[in-house]
């Protein structure tokens, strides 16, 4: 069965999350006799189509039309419906990434096909059926959940979760041109600007390393101790509930069930004390530092390496120890 | 403006959650349910465009009988109509079997403005707007922070994105979805909940609907929820004592050797 990857474009490169699912749909293929197909759509579709990071897909269709320059539900899900059903394929990954949750389910209701959100795990039964991991209750729980009555079978890749082939090996693929099947007229939803942030900042949901706070952090000026830290470590900076309803800091930053759910590789909790919903925003971390004053604090039951002791001191300190380990490389 | 609001009722994001005796779903013995914390800003952007425009405001919701407390809720915050399409076994069906009833309704009223929160509490799915927003033929703005109408049928639609704010141009009649920080919904007053006591509440069946039970629930969806687990315990973790110094070299080491993270 053929397998279409979609493989997003960012600072025009392909996502590291798209490669993530290049690389499951790839194992699909060789479990199903297909074929990879992946699909590309951006001005510099054709250049990035031929990054050798690429070379597990046996073809790759790009879209390097100027109206494909601006990200559109509508476009995107109609131009993937159009290869979907030309390459009759039977399965269909994305990372869930922004863009890949938003049009993501448009195209499964266009496609009458089975959609899987924010997967961890996927596998198929005896007769191809996908199965799909996912959190859900923001994490709470896990469902394992199974596709029915889909030609093409859909599922959404949870970033930092899935491992990539950092260098496949070297191959000759087809790389297609795809011409857009809608016109700029027929397009009612289109990105008109993006207004920069006052300070630049890695997005928390995408991060690999995080450093987070909470109550404990006590006003918003002292959010900049949290982001000296997250400098040196190129991490993002998150928040728990509690900061955000402080107003210390904007809502764009929570962690946990009213805010973004996370998959880093390493979490730094600073002054958050780990209410329920925050917790449940954290189980696929999968090194998690607590920081607190309070011993009791339940954040420790799920903290790596925990210290009880007084942020304020402690994060300067640890900010000076990160900067000389890097420094020696 | 016709304004629609579509809302879930869900378990309480506090509560502790149990697995049901089948595995495939929770048991809400126990469990308070509320109105998704995300659709209350939904129903608060309503209530302020109509307030600013002029129009109707309706809410829909397709729920157990048990969900008539969350679309009286939101009547008391003063939304107009409720519309509860009543179906028992609502949780079994996916977002494929949701959209489909709910846009077989949505369908049949006029439409400027269809507004969810961006996701329903608990399953997570984020899929439900995206596909009413298809099967209804309409523009999609989602997870928004603000939305700005420029002119009769058009507006500016904020969301969050890397390194800034997305700001999508789009026509009505439209699809939006909000994220938490839009605006701050309001509280029910007593006059507000006195008046909600009194609004009429449109009970429809799937029948009504047009909707056969084999088309919802397990046997209309496309994704089916085999087994509900516990994630797996967290191994033990360190709490690492000394000095302040020497904890935190302590933590570089074993992050730097152990985890080997940095």
Redo the contacts between chains.
């Keep these: 069965m053929n397998i279409i990857v979609f493989l997003e474009i960012?600072d025009n490169k392909v996502r590291r999350a798209s490669l993530e699912a290049l690389a499951e749909g790839r194992k699909l293929a060789d479990k199903t006799d297909g074929q990879v197909i992946g699909i590309i759509l951006g001005t510099d579709a054709n250049t990035i189509a031929q990054d050798p990071h690429l070379a597990l897909a046996d073809k790759i269709y790009a879209g390097g039309d100027p109206l494909f320059g601006t990200y559109s539900?509508?476009l995107y899900?109609a131009q993937l419906a159009s290869i979907i059903e030309k390459e009759s394929a039977g399965f269909v990954l994305l990372a869930s990434t922004?863009a890949g949750?938003?049009?993501?389910?448009?195209l499964?209701?266009?496609l009458?096909?089975?959609?899987?959100?924010?997967c961890i795990g996927l596998s198929l039964d005896d007769s191809k059926r996908l199965?799909g991991i996912r959190?859900?209750?923001?994490?709470?729980?896990?469902?394992?959940?199974?596709?029915?009555?889909?030609a093409a079978q859909m599922a959404l890749l949870r970033p930092n979760i899935f491992p990539v082939v950092e260098n496949p090996a070297p191959k000759q693929y087809a790389i297609e041109d795809t011409a857009p099947v809608s016109t700029a007229d027929k397009?009612?939803?289109?990105?008109?600007?993006?207004?920069?942030?006052e300070k630049?900042?890695?997005?928390v949901a995408?991060a690999q390393?995080i450093v987070a706070g909470g109550r404990g952090m006590k006003a918003a000026e002292n959010f900049s101790m949290l982001e000296e830290l997250a400098t040196v470590?190129q991490a993002a900076v998150g928040a728990s509930r509690a900061a955000v309803d402080s107003g210390w800091i904007?809502?764009?930053y929570?962690v946990g069930?009213?805010?973004k759910?996370v998959s880093p590789?390493?979490y730094f909790a600073v002054g958050i004390s780990g209410a329920?919903?925050h917790m449940a925003g954290l189980?696929s971390a999968?090194?998690?530092?607590?920081i607190n004053k309070d011993?009791e604090a339940p954040i420790?039951?799920?903290?790596?390496?925990?210290?009880?002791?007084?942020l304020f001191?402690?994060v300067p300190?640890?900010t000076e120890?990160?900067k000389q380990?890097?420094a020696k490389g | 403006m016709e304004l629609i609001i579509c809302i879930k009722q869900v378990p309480d994001t506090a509560a502790r959650i149990k697995i049901a005796a089948s595995q495939k779903s929770i048991d809400l013995a126990d469990v308070e349910l509320v109105v998704s914390p995300f659709d209350e800003y939904a129903v608060e952007e309503a209530l302020r465009i109509k307030e600013a425009k002029g129009g109707k405001t309706t809410v829909i919701t397709f729920g157990a009988e048990s969900a008539g407390k969350a679309l009286r809720q939101c009547l008391a915050m003063g939304i107009d109509d409720a519309i509860h399409i009543l179906f028992e076994e609502f949780e079994t069906s996916d977002s494929w079997a949701t959209a489909n009833v709910l846009a077989s309704v949505i369908k049949t009223m006029p439409h400027d403005l269809i507004l969810f929160g961006k996701q329903g509490v608990g399953t997570d799915n984020v899929q439900v707007p995206a596909m009413i927003a298809e099967l209804l033929n309409l523009p999609q703005a989602l997870v928004l922070t603000k939305f700005e109408l420029i002119e009769e049928k058009k507006a500016l639609a904020y969301s969050e994105t890397e390194g800034g704010i997305a700001v999508h141009e789009i026509l009505l009649p439209a699809v939006i979805s909000t994220e938490k920080g839009m605006n701050e919904p309001r509280y029910p007053t007593l006059k507000g909940i006195m008046a909600a006591k009194k609004k009429p509440i449109k009970q429809l069946t799937l029948t009504d609907c047009g909707f056969t039970p084999a088309q919802v629930g397990e046997s209309g969806s496309k994704v089916l929820f085999s087994k509900l687990s516990i994630p797996p315990a967290r191994p033990e973790g360190k709490v690492l004592t000394g000095e302040p110094k020497d904890v935190v070299t302590q933590l570089v080491n074993l992050l730097h050797t152990e985890a080997k993270v940095i």
């Design positions: 960012k539900s509508e899900s922004i949750k938003d049009f993501a389910p448009r499964a209701a266009k009458k096909s089975s959609l899987f959100s924010d199965i959190p859900v209750y923001s994490g709470k729980l896990l469902a394992e959940v199974i596709s029915k009555d889909s397009i009612r939803s289109r990105l008109k600007e993006i207004k920069k942030a630049e900042s890695l997005d995408e390393v470590l904007d809502h764009a929570q069930q009213t805010g759910v590789v390493l329920i919903q189980t999968k090194w998690i530092v607590a011993p420790f039951k799920v903290a790596n390496y925990g210290i009880v002791g007084d001191e402690i300190l640890l120890e990160v380990i890097k």
